[in-house]
């Protein structure tokens, strides 16, 4: 067994073992930016979509909704597209105002400590992800890296010339051909301090659960509108680390996507046109040049805290997922680590057919919000609701190089139910394929969620349910190495996604939380015996009737 096991048991203990350092204070003073700063890099303004037309979400979220109209679908990705992707899932675009429960409540009026929502949720607000664009000849601009500045909207180039030839080496031979043929990809890093200042060692986890939520929303956004996102999770990343200029102990590429363009596809040999410098010097990764020439970015990301730490834990994660990174899997491994099939014993509680909301895409992700302290049992959720958030859950897959199609079911869905019309209140385990819930223990539960829950943001009793995701992590690893954590929690993270997509298409008050008793869930939901590990935990009801808030709108 690797590293990566000895993590997992950590992150499953925590709640009764901490990890250390245990003695570690934030220093909210001295924290990072939520973003990179490269204050010598020229900016493009992305283009203005938001009379781009909005689309019904139910394709992104249920399997079996009817499609768009294949009459609209684009035949692929085009610079709008790519800028309202961009905006509805990491661009900012409200300021968080409400009156709620959480801890941060006292300094949002303040602008040094304000809070912007996004349509991606992010493990502790702090929003570690870096987003690069690897631009080849096919697309709009001059080839070359860009990072998206979330604050303007806007590209940042770092380096021109095509180095899309590099990202294709980097990601090997035996990558899916839909990686191969692409000349365009968004490339996902991990700044490790923007989420280790707070959360020290169990950064890692929060970071991976962060890559899971951002590639979940635009899988989401773009199956939408007949599109596909499918994330590289093995390939070379020394060498793209090397092409970003980051220290992969300090920050590192977690994921390569890539993009089907709309327009013919230009040659690659000679095809890149390097007419700008911005960036200096090296500018050209196409093919027929000079192997031993390593492009690589020159300009730095300003640091604002003046102090940084270093997390042993963190860093030997990263040495631990890093080992084997180009050693992609067989095909069929992952079927090793699938979800438990539930085998229909015990006693079983009908729920309605899943419906497809009605709400478009960009209204859903500008809608999704946590319901810090705002649930509300008054009014009851209805089975119908329920069991639609419960389906979108459970049909959620990151769909990787290790399983492009999608067909492996990682997560499986139990659920606490404390005010649901027409259901009892009970611990029960979702079956997706009867489409119905078996009992687990009867009984109100709101003791017990609101007792092994660590924090007091959520009113976890008030809630029509609580969620919680499991995924047999161990078997994710021995079935594909450390570096299948970062698939495992990724998974994890996109199921939250999901989730607080759904509910917001439904309009429905939903949160996500990291902070519980890991093992009292498992021995409540009777998993002791098996491998599967409570990762999340997934309020989900109404919230209280016209709450205090500002309407605060940026986009």
Request: contains cysteine; charged residues 20%.
């Amino acid at each position: 067994m690797g590293y990566a096991h000895e993590y997992a048991q950590a992150i499953l203990h925590r709640g009764r073992v901490p990890m250390e350092p245990t003695d570690h204070v934030v220093n909210w003073s001295d924290g990072p930016r939520k973003g990179k700063y490269f204050p010598g890099a020229e900016a493009f303004a992305l283009p203005d979509t938001e009379d781009l037309p909005d689309v019904p979400i139910a394709p992104g979220l249920l399997p079996g909704a009817e499609g768009p109209d294949p009459s609209r679908v684009p035949a692929g990705f085009s610079l709008p597209l790519l800028s309202a992707m961009l905006k509805d899932s990491y661009g900012l675009t409200n300021r968080r105002l409400g009156i709620q429960a959480n801890t941060d409540l006292p300094g949002l009026p303040f602008y040094t400590h304000a809070n912007w929502s996004r349509g991606t949720a992010g493990g502790g607000g702090l929003y570690p992800v870096s987003i690069h664009w690897a631009s080849g000849p096919s697309g709009p601009l001059t080839p070359g890296l860009h990072y998206y500045d979330l604050n303007r909207h806007a590209l940042q180039r770092l380096l021109t010339g095509d180095i899309t030839e590099r990202v294709r080496a980097a990601l090997g031979p035996d990558a899916p051909a839909e990686a191969l043929e692409a000349d365009q990809y968004l490339i996902l890093g991990v700044k490790y301090w923007q989420n280790s200042f707070k959360y020290n060692s169990f950064c890692f986890h929060v970071v991976s659960t962060d890559i899971g939520t951002l590639t979940q929303t635009w899988r989401i956004w773009a199956a939408a509108r007949g599109l596909r996102i499918a994330p590289a999770l093995w390939f070379d990343e020394p060498a793209l680390n090397g092409i970003l200029g980051v220290p992969g102990e300090q920050e590192a590429v977690f994921a390569v996507i890539p993009l089907h363009w709309d327009g013919p596809r230009a040659a690659r040999a000679g095809a890149a046109g390097t007419s700008g410098t911005e960036g200096a010097a090296d500018t050209s990764g196409t093919s027929g040049t000079d192997p031993e020439h390593r492009p690589a970015v020159r300009h730095r990301d300003v640091e604002r805290s003046r102090t940084l730490l270093d997390f042993t834990t963190v860093r030997d994660m990263h040495a631990a997922t890093l080992a084997g990174a180009t050693e992609r899997p067989a095909p069929g491994a992952l079927a090793a680590a699938a979800a438990v099939v539930d085998d229909g014993a015990g006693e079983r509680v009908p729920l309605p057919a899943p419906v497809a909301p009605t709400a478009k895409t960009r209204e859903a992700l500008r809608r999704r919000r946590s319901s810090f302290g705002r649930f509300d049992a008054r009014r009851k959720l209805s089975a119908r609701d329920l069991s639609t958030v419960l389906a979108a859950c459970a049909a959620t897959r990151l769909a990787g190089d290790t399983d492009p199609e999608g067909v492996v079911r990682l997560a499986r869905v139990h659920v606490f139910v404390n005010h649901v019309e027409g259901i009892a209140p009970g611990a029960y385990t979702y079956d997706p394929d009867r489409g119905d819930l078996r009992l687990v223990e009867a009984g109100p539960q709101g003791v017990f969620l609101q007792d092994n829950y660590f924090l007091a943001n959520y009113n976890l009793e008030q809630t029509g349910a609580v969620l919680v995701p499991t995924v047999r992590t161990t078997a994710v690893l021995d079935a594909l190495g450390d570096r299948g954590y970062r698939l495992a929690i990724g998974t994890a993270g996109a199921v939250s996604q999901t989730f607080y997509t759904a509910a917001a298409a439904l309009d429905v008050g939903a949160g996500v939380a990291l902070g519980f008793d890991n093992v009292s869930f498992a021995e409540r939901l009777g998993l002791m015996d098996g491998d599967e590990a409570p990762l999340l935990i997934m309020p989900l009801g109404h919230e209280r009737p016209e709450p205090a808030d500002f309407h605060h709108e940026i986009a």
